[in-house]
Structures are given as C-alpha cells and as structure tokens.
C-alpha cells in the first residue's frame, strides 16, 4: 500500500475523532507510514523524525542531509506531497500552528507524546489517545504477510543449522560460549536472503543465565554451553521482507525430571495458546491464562507477558495489542492479519531458564455455529522443540498430535532451503528432531 494511500486513511480516522491535527512521534510508526526504513536506532530500522498531518498537508521534520534524492523520488512514486523541515524546528512548527488555527481546533497526540511536545499544546485542546497508525500497522496486508512467512522460513533454516552445528561442537568437546554462539548464529543467519541484520540482541543463556529473562552475555557474564545445562535461545533477525523472534530451549545431555516437567508444562500452555478458537475482537489479556493454566495447576508461573505484536521489517516488540496477564489499554482486540508471539516460559532462579517462542498469525476460521466471527493462529516460526525434554506422561493425544503436525510443517518447509544452502549435517539434525513421537 503507498504511502498517500495509508495518510488518506489516518485523515479519515481524524475526521472520525474530530481532529485536523495529529503530531506521530512513535519512530515505527513514522517508517510504516512513510514506507520508509533508516538505521538509527540499534537493530530497529528506523529513523529520527517527526511527523505532523493536517487534513490538506503533510509535514516531516528530519536531519535535511538525510533526503536524499532516493527520498524525494520515493515520495514521489508514492503520490505524496510532503514538506520537510529541519529536525528541530518541530517545536516552533506546533507553536505556530496553535497560534495560527483557531482555539477550538484539536490536536491528536498519544500518551507515549513528549512533555516537551505536548506542552505547547493547550490542554483543553488535546486528544490523547492511540495514534490510528499503531492499530492499521498491526494488521498486515497480503504482502507484509507473505513476507513475514517466507523470512521466518528462511530464520528456521539459519536456527536449525546452529542448533545442528553446536551439538556436533559439544560432542567434539569444544568450547563453545554464550557469546561466541550468538556469534555463530548470527553468521548463519547473515548467509539468508534479504538479511539485514539482527531484531535483537541475541539472549544466548546457558544453565542460571537462563533465568535472568532478559539476559544478555557479557565479557564479564560469559560461561560455556555445556551437555549439563539447559541452554536457552532467543533470537530473531531484520529481513526486507519481515521481522523474526524464536526462543528455543534444548538441553544437550541429560536433563532432571524437574527439568522436563517444567519444560512440558510450558510446551502445553504454548500448544494451548496456538490452538485457540477465539470471537474476533477479543483483548489479548483474555487468552493469557490459557498459556499459563499447566503451570499454574502445580503452583508455577512466570513473570512476563506471553504474547507481544511485532513488525514487518519494523520493531520486533509492536502494539497496541499484546497477550500478558497485565491489560493494554490501547488494545484494538486481536484481529485477522495480526503477527503476535506465543512465548510462556518457566524460571528457577540461580538454576535455568525455560521459554517455547513462536510467532503465529490470527487467521480466520470455521466454526460449528456461524454466527460471529471467530479467529484462530497460525504458527509461522519454524523450528524443532526438543522431544528429549517432554514427559510424555503429561501430554495429551492432542499435544502429541499437534508437535507431530508442526513437526512436519518444519520439515517439509525448511528442508528446501537447507538444500539449497548445502547444509547436510543440518538437514540430518532437523530429521531426527522431527521424528513424530507417541
């Protein structure tokens, strides 16, 4: 969709609320709208920039040395007038702006709007609320969508070979750590198509890194992946035609009982979410429970939400909806077109750390009794979950049946490009992790 066309539906959302002014200041949002993608931010292809929409202009504050001819030819293949202004002058474009329209008018800002900002606008003449880019962002078109599914096929193959290649080091008896891992990783992710970089740092944690949530590797927080402890993976890469995030939880030798009860635990919340019959429009914070209802029927649970929105070639965390125990309150409802992630874990501090990550798209789906409409998911990251780690006494024929479907799903997509790749050692290792079970 260009450009013109997507400001034209903004201005339609601003004539519904009863504004002529909205001021974007979400980065992502700015690169969405624009059909645009910079650097400026670490692994999020953005670019500084305000942008200011009025129901006949549209204005654009930017470092100038930044409009490159590209630019203004882009803009003009899009069909859209735009005026660019110095980065800095936003402040005395809105001061002029109110002083110059008449006091009644209003001025659509978000909640997340500088001070700095928002105070040049009188308070009586505010709306704060949800930027409509945010909700319009979130649902894909066919062809963000697409893309978002041929990029995670392509990571799949990336994961699978380092997956494939670490267990044959481990075996060697080579040392392999935190840090030199993600490096690993991040070389086979670099030989796909369309690679761009990484979404994230890569949370590369072995045995009780794995609890810390958020763990990132240092010099000084380096240790070895051993066959001794669960190695928890959680990574995702930019393509330019999707944003990846997958988390992985394997253990190369033996793991406890404890461990593997937990780790089922969490496979079935993470089945649970993924098969899902859900009415279209329902808030995310409605289905968390459903991720969490194993662990909690013996006392466990975790601290963080289970399921984030994320972008297409954009930020890999997005809104305004999301999957947590805690409300969004700019939650749209869930709605066909949506990417948003299945992510239930377990933590034992000071022991290890387990997370299942897939993302999966809401696709619409046939009911008994159709008399609404009603929605599900559809898994589009594609990798193996670790069967040694599954008690099979705790699954159901369902949970059984449903791995060994998304088993075959990985095997039959990914294998093409590991053909292609040359990778024989990987192609062996996803056949064998893909075994059906039960």
């Not at 002083?99 to 209003?106: F, V």
Request: hydrophobic letters at 35%.
């Amino acid at each position: 969709q260009i450009s013109s066309e997507k400001v034209a539906n903004v201005r339609t959302k601003m004539e519904e609320k009863g504004t002529s002014v909205l001021v974007v200041t979400a980065l992502d949002e700015i690169a969405w709208l624009l059909n645009l993608r910079g650097a400026d931010v670490p692994c999020n292809p953005v670019f500084y920039a305000y942008v200011v929409i009025t129901m006949s202009e549209v204005h654009i504050f930017i470092d100038n040395m930044r409009v490159t001819p590209a630019v203004t030819s882009h803009f003009a293949t899009e069909k859209l007038q735009v005026t660019i202004h110095p980065y800095e002058e936003i402040f005395q474009f809105i001061e002029d702006l109110v002083h110059g329209l008449p006091a009644d008018e209003k001025y659509w800002i978000t909640h997340t709007t500088s001070y700095s900002i928002a105070s040049l606008i009188p308070e009586n003449s505010r709306i704060s609320d949800a930027a409509p880019i945010a909700a319009m962002k979130a649902i894909k078109n066919p062809v963000e969508a697409e893309g978002m599914i041929n990029a995670h096929v392509r990571d799949g193959a990336a994961l699978i070979s380092y997956f494939a290649w670490l267990e044959k080091e481990l075996a060697k008896g080579t040392v392999v750590t935190e840090i030199s891992g993600a490096t690993k990783l991040e070389e086979f992710r670099k030989e796909q198509e369309h690679f761009v970089g990484l979404s994230f740092e890569t949370i590369s944690s072995s045995g009780s890194h794995g609890a810390v949530i958020h763990y990132s590797p240092s010099k000084e927080t380096d240790k070895p992946i051993t066959n001794k402890e669960l190695y928890l993976c959680d990574s995702g890469a930019q393509y330019e035609d999707g944003t990846t995030d997958i988390t992985r939880t394997l253990h190369f030798g033996t793991p406890t009982q404890y461990e593997k009860e937990c780790f089922t635990r969490v496979y079935k919340g993470h089945m649970a979410l993924a098969t899902v019959v859900f009415p279209a429009k329902i808030k995310g914070n409605c289905l968390d429970s459903l991720a969490r209802f194993s662990l909690w029927s013996v006392g466990l649970d975790y601290m963080h939400g289970t399921g984030h929105g994320i972008g297409s070639y954009l930020n890999v965390h997005e809104g305004p909806m999301g999957i947590s125990w805690r409300p969004y309150p700019d939650d749209p409802g869930l709605q066909e077109g949506m990417f948003l992630s299945n992510e239930p874990g377990y933590y034992e501090d000071g022991q290890f750390g387990v997370r299942i990550e897939n993302i999966q798209r809401i696709v619409p789906v046939k009911t008994k009794y159709e008399k609404k409409e009603f929605l599900t998911f559809e898994v589009v990251a594609l990798a193996p979950i670790q069967v040694k780690l599954l008690e099979p006494k705790l699954l159901t024929k369902e949970e059984i049946d449903w791995l060994n479907k998304y088993h075959s799903e990985v095997r039959e997509k990914v294998t093409p490009v590991l053909q292609k790749l040359g990778r024989t050692e990987a192609l062996e290792w996803l056949h064998r992790e893909t075994q059906p079970i039960g």
